[in-house]
């Protein structure tokens, strides 16, 4: 990329000169989609981001969100932080270090908050494994994810694992971390102060990731494997793990005024928008900067995306105590320069190379005004495949098979927190702080809070309905918190499309948008923060619009009803029969096409009624419908100890595989308390009950589907088949 005429034009308007190399390079990155959102940020003011839970919504590094006191239920001093981003790019052209340093980047943007990492979650996007490509990258991806996050003791405990064909030449890598802190240790990325000095503290600084947010504004060439290798970085999670723990001592003891990490467009980025949100400047001089490779240029230093690096604004007086802190941690620390009363300026050996008003670098990049299209809306053409046939097919698909094969590489139990692990609706970790309990055991007799995470997307959905697609998603994750008990609390998004230039890619993109936060304000959930990746083009052609939705729900206490069935109770299904196939894994494996299916009247009512009946006494457990329908979900609760002996009626193929959302599966010894709570929110329907010989009988239509639990497991390792 090169700095738009448009631009430049600009820019040289605004300082009266025309720009310096390195002033140019630095608008380029700043003022790129992947920095400025100039096609994106137009619409995302249609996200609801307040509510008395918020601390501090969109902007920062991370948002922050106050969680309830146990006694009151009102919010409380113990907060956590949210955020997500994308390494789509980056892990295409090398998969492991593109999607190490996504990890890595989303729990620096936790530790400028004033937080410690509790919580990782992954949602992932590959082709097909029919070429070997989409599996190299997929085995990559989940390599480097697994590597950086075990090594820095950071649990991954969900998310979520798509195919689609579209993906196969830009897969899409979406992180998100979840932080904990007490109120009093809360820091922002707003400078404080002029005279307070900025501190660069963490690894030295090299050439890895140059123009590593403009690389991520613009469509994936061919060549991108070899040519744009450069713009990746290369990241050390063990230095990682020393930063985490060395900016908790600095944020316990107070030293740090304001905090930044290094990301997009490296210190350019991270330090002329720490004093362009506190309305100031800087007065940097590069060749402070410690550095790893000689002789390194002002360019360079000032645009190196290299990571474990922040930014810290500190007190005079406390700058020889961080230097003594990173240096009992081995980290580098260097002060770089001032905060300042006027412009962002830079100098390279007594030379000025930048010289600018911060605000207008951060928040000066005009918006584009995009032409949309409005998504077609798909005919009904039904295939008509054997039921058996189907009901196999659809169990073992990629999509919705068993992603234990990924899960299990993770260390989600370091920390000992995780309670409801990976591979069930949603992952709980115990928030023992806001209860005052301390970092102690999960067997303590005293109860805290219960933090349950969800995070996904459905492109299956997005695809053929981008609308009511998004919609599905917000009501889905939300359905998978209040299956564990928990009701939620905050979400934030990543917003994945494709070239926006693209009158129908830009119109699906922004149908997504608005169906996503139209759902969430109907939840009465807030978007506190997200994420945006655009140009997810590539000679394949664009993604199909991909929202994902991390969303985290609170409830009293760690424990949840499992996924899995007993051998006793009444199985019941909450929540309208869906009459469309719109979306649903059944199309994809065997063709046609169809509308996306109704969603509920009242989300909020639903999710709500059924947080309480998870948490009731005679619930024994619960499980959402979503991906691959009814099938999928009752295979998935079989286990070698507990069956299930099922009857459905209507229509055998919608039965069994259409995929509204807003439904859930409850085995319960009090049916009447269920009917009871759904009571004008949704209907209830006994549909089966639990045995106790491991099989699942599934009478529909005129067929009987018999699959004990050791068959299903076979049926549902296709990932492991194919990798191994």
Not at 273 to 285: D, F
Not at 318 to 343: P, Q
Request: charged fraction near 25%; hydrophobic fraction near 40%.
């Amino acid at each position: 990329m090169s700095l738009a005429d448009s631009d430049r034009e600009l820019i040289t308007t605004e300082l009266g000169r025309e720009p310096t190399a390195a002033e140019a390079a630095l608008f380029e990155n700043l003022w790129s989609e992947h920095c400025a959102y100039r096609s994106s940020r137009p619409l995302l003011g249609a996200f609801d981001s307040e509510g008395e839970q918020v601390v501090i919504g969109p902007g920062d590094d991370a948002a922050v969100v106050a969680l309830p006191d146990p006694e009151t239920g009102e919010p409380g001093e113990t907060y956590v932080t949210l955020g997500i981003e994308s390494h789509n790019h980056p892990s295409y052209v090398d998969p492991f270090d593109g999607a190490a340093t996504g990890v890595g980047g989303i729990v620096r943007d936790t530790l400028s908050m004033g937080a410690y990492p509790i919580a990782l979650t992954d949602s992932l996007y590959f082709g097909p494994f029919a070429e070997d490509h989409p599996k190299y990258l997929f085995e990559g991806v989940v390599e480097g994810i697994s590597h950086y996050g075990n090594a820095i003791g950071v649990p991954t405990v969900g998310g979520s694992v798509d195919f689609h064909p579209d993906y196969e030449g830009n897969p899409l890598v979406n992180v998100a971390c979840v932080g904990l802190l007490p109120a009093d240790r809360l820091v922002t990325a707003v400078a404080q102060k002029p005279g307070n000095k900025l501190v660069l503290v963490g690894n030295a600084t090299g050439r890895d990731g140059l123009g590593g947010a403009s690389f991520a504004s613009e469509d994936l060439a061919e060549d991108a494997e070899t040519e744009d290798r450069p713009a990746v970085q290369v990241g050390d999670p063990y230095a990682e793990k020393l930063l985490i723990e060395a900016n908790e001592v600095l944020v316990e003891e107070g030293l740090i005024e304001s905090a930044r990490d290094l990301g997009a467009a490296g210190l350019g980025g991270a330090s002329s928008e720490l004093v362009a949100k506190g309305g100031l400047g800087a007065e940097i001089e590069l060749e402070a900067v410690h550095q790893r490779e000689p002789e390194m240029n002002a360019l360079e230093i000032l645009l190196a995306e290299s990571q474990e690096r922040m930014c810290y604004e500190v007190a005079p007086e406390n700058v020889e105590r961080v230097e003594a802190v990173a240096a009992r941690f081995d980290l580098g620390a260097s002060v770089i320069g001032e905060v300042t009363e006027g412009n962002y300026r830079c100098t390279f050996e007594g030379e000025t190379v930048v010289d600018v008003d911060a605000e207008f670098l951060g928040d000066g990049a005009p918006m584009n005004d995009l032409p949309a299209e409005e998504p077609a809306v798909p005919d009904t053409e039904l295939p008509d495949p054997d039921l058996e046939e189907s009901f196999e097919a659809v169990v073992s698909s990629p999509n919705t098979a068993s992603k234990e094969w990924v899960y299990r590489q993770y260390d989600h139990e370091v920390g000992v927190r995780t309670s409801v692990k990976p591979g069930d609706d949603a992952a709980v970790v115990a928030i023992r702080e806001a209860a005052g309990l301390g970092d102690d055991a999960l067997s303590e007799d005293a109860e805290g809070i219960g933090l349950a995470i969800s995070a996904g997307g459905a492109p299956n959905w997005t695809a053929s309905d981008p609308e009511a697609g998004a919609r599905a998603i917000a009501v889905e994750n939300a359905t998978n918190l209040a299956a564990k008990g928990a009701r939620p609390l905050a979400a934030v998004d990543c917003l994945n499309g494709g070239n926006p230039e693209k009158p129908d890619v830009y119109g699906g993109f922004s149908a997504a948008v608005s169906g996503l936060a139209e759902a969430c304000a109907d939840l009465s959930v807030p978007v506190v923060g997200g994420n945006v990746s655009l140009y997810n083009d590539s000679a394949t052609g664009p993604i199909p619009p991909t929202p994902t939705l991390a969303m985290v729900g609170t409830k009293r206490g760690y424990e949840a009803p499992p996924l899995s069935a007993s051998p006793e109770g009444d199985l019941l299904l909450v929540g309208d029969r869906p009459d469309r196939l719109g979306g649903s894994e059944y199309l994809a494996r065997f063709g046609g096409s169809d509308r996306f299916p109704a969603l509920p009247d009242d989300p909020a009512g639903f999710v709500d009624s059924l947080a309480a009946v998870a948490d009731h006494p005679a619930t024994l457990a619960t499980h959402d419908v979503s991906h691959g329908g009814l099938a999928v979900s009752l295979a998935e609760m079989v286990t070698d100890e507990a069956g299930l002996e099922v009857s459905l009626s209507g229509d055998p193929a919608a039965a069994l595989f259409a995929e509204g959302a807003g439904r859930v599966l409850v085995q319960t010894t009090d049916p009447d308390a269920v009917r009871e709570a759904f009571a004008g929110i949704a209907p209830v329907a006994r549909i089966g009950e639990g045995t106790d010989d491991g099989v699942l009988r599934v009478d529909v239509g005129e067929t009987d589907l018999t699959y004990d639990a050791a068959g299903i497991r076979e049926r549902r390792s296709t990932i492991a088949a194919e990798l191994e």
